[in-house]
């Protein structure tokens, strides 16, 4: 009976993991002097689980400022796929100047990746917005990405417990009942009770909108997974999972405060 019981569980289905195209900048509020430059970072991992890395190429990248697009400058560096491995996957990062006031959307197309278990490949477009010297307006503007998400609530200053609402779109328009993934970039290696923890799921509602109470302070990525049609890999079709990805950070509550 034990040995039937292991082939039957042997042929569930395993959990998949969530991709996410970590788009990291060293902050989202950015104060003092006028031209101070930050780091940003790009990276296509488990974040949750902290990988593994996996390889991705920026095809297209931006920052979309005043109704402009501005380029970035990435600087190509190889990691380990995963810890001891002597497999290397590149990751990006770049030294961005803020000279002005405004908000900043950085965002980036990756080629498609392709992944063997789930027989599909995955495109992960993705922003996260900068505020920069006092100046607000903006951010709720769309970039006018093929998918993106649209953020309603304000995505800089939050604290852990706002809730986080967005809207999403693909190729131009609401994406109503839409999973949307969410994941904690766990830099604290936190442990979590049972895999259903790695990541957490909402929907959009008829008009593309989603709602999230943010648990903890960190950064948070919000993926929301649409259809891309279909492109050939080795004289096959296979679909393409076309995301939109928008990463927002949540701030610690201040001491006194419950």
């Known amino acids: ?40 970072e790009a990276r296509f991992t488990h974040p ?39 497999k290397m996957v590149p990751y990006y990062t770049a030294k961005v100047k803020l000279k002005r006031p405004g908000v900043y959307q950085f965002f980036v197309v990756p080629d498609y990746y392709f ?3 789930e027989e599909k490949f995955i495109r992960q477009i993705t922003k996260v917005i900068v505020e920069a ?17 649209v953020p309603v609530s304000r995505p800089f200053g939050l604290w852990e417990g706002n809730t986080f609402i967005g809207r999403v779109y693909i190729n131009g328009r609401p994406a109503p009942n839409t999973t949307v993934e969410v994941e904690y970039l766990n830099t604290r ?15 959009t509602d008829k008009d ?34 076309l995301d939109a990805v928008i990463w927002v950070k949540a701030y610690k509550k201040p001491e006194g405060v419950e």
């Open 1 to 40: 009976m034990k040995k039937i019981l292991t082939v039957a569980l042997s042929l569930l289905p395993l959990t998949a993991q969530a991709h996410f195209l970590v788009l990291k900048p060293s902050t989202d509020i950015v104060e003092g002097s006028t031209a101070r430059k930050i780091k940003v």
């Open 48 to 86: 949750m689980e902290g990988g593994p890395n996996m390889p991705f190429r920026p095809v297209k990248s931006g920052i979309f400022f005043n109704s402009k697009t501005l380029p970035i400058q990435w600087q190509k560096h190889l990691i380990p796929a995963e810890p001891g491995s002597k």
């Open 115 to 117: 992944e063997p278990a």
């Open 133 to 149: 010297y006092g100046v607000e307006e903006g951010w709720d503007r769309p970039v006018g990405l093929r998918a993106e998400i």
């Open 189 to 203: 290696r936190i442990k979590v009770p049972a895999d259903a923890f790695i990541t957490q799921t909402v929907k």
């Open 208 to 241: 593309g909108y989603f709602y999230y109470t943010i648990p903890w302070a960190g950064w948070w990525g919000f993926s929301a997974i649409g259809e891309g049609g279909k492109r050939k890999y080795n004289g096959k079709l296979y679909p393409v999972e």
